[in-house]
């Protein structure tokens, strides 16, 4: 359960209004850490108690992260093919299947076909993927078709509602936004648009759409690990102002 879920039953089970709920929540959460600063210990019999423990620093070996390429430039630019790169900062493999099914549904209904994919790597969850639109066997149409999706998917996230798309599309891409709601960092590049959301520090989440410029396009397909961190990704793209 996720801070969003945790307010909505709150305001289920109290009968306050989730604006309401959110101050309450906020409030605790502000003077748990304020008393904790100080050294002190919360407790709230037949709950829990809450306290700073002191641990021995672990020093972790990172892993090098390598990214084998399963596709070649030759082939992409033969096929007219498009490319798709995911990340999800999770190894849920329940909330991995969520994603996966709500996502390949949306390339359906847009009417892509995957011609070719990688294997999933685990850790946190990388997966490459290389579509073309069904009925018509250009380039200009897939890339279409991406713009589509995030055209689609940047509305329903602001809004919340299916606007502009038909009920099929629109349950598709609600459906692929809410398989996300419980991972916080999540980086999907649509050939050459990014789709980046991550949470702030109050659990808020941000999803924001960007163009890659030609440059960014070609280092992202030549390094794939630049993924695995959306916000650092995020706060580079934000100085480069190629935010929307």
Known sequence: MNKKQLIDAMAKESGLTKKDA??????????????????????????????????????????????????????????????IQIFLDTSNKEYVEDFIISFYNTLAVYDLNVIKESNEKWGSWFKQLIVKAKKIKDSEQTKKKLEEINHAAKNYSINRVQAEIDDKKGNAIANMIKSIDSIKNVAIQLEEILLIKVFDDEENSTLVSITLTEDDYIKLKKNPKLLYNPRKLLEIMAANKQVK
Do not use: H
């Open 22 to 83: 959110k101050k309450a929540l906020d409030a605790f959460i502000k003077t748990t850490n304020n008393a904790l600063k100080k050294g002190d210990r919360v407790t709230l019999m037949g709950f829990g108690s809450f306290a700073v423990a002191e641990r021995k620093t672990r020093v972790k070996k990172q892993k090098t992260i390598e990214i084998e390429p399963f596709y070649t430039d030759k082939e992409l630019i033969e096929a007219g093919d498009s490319l």
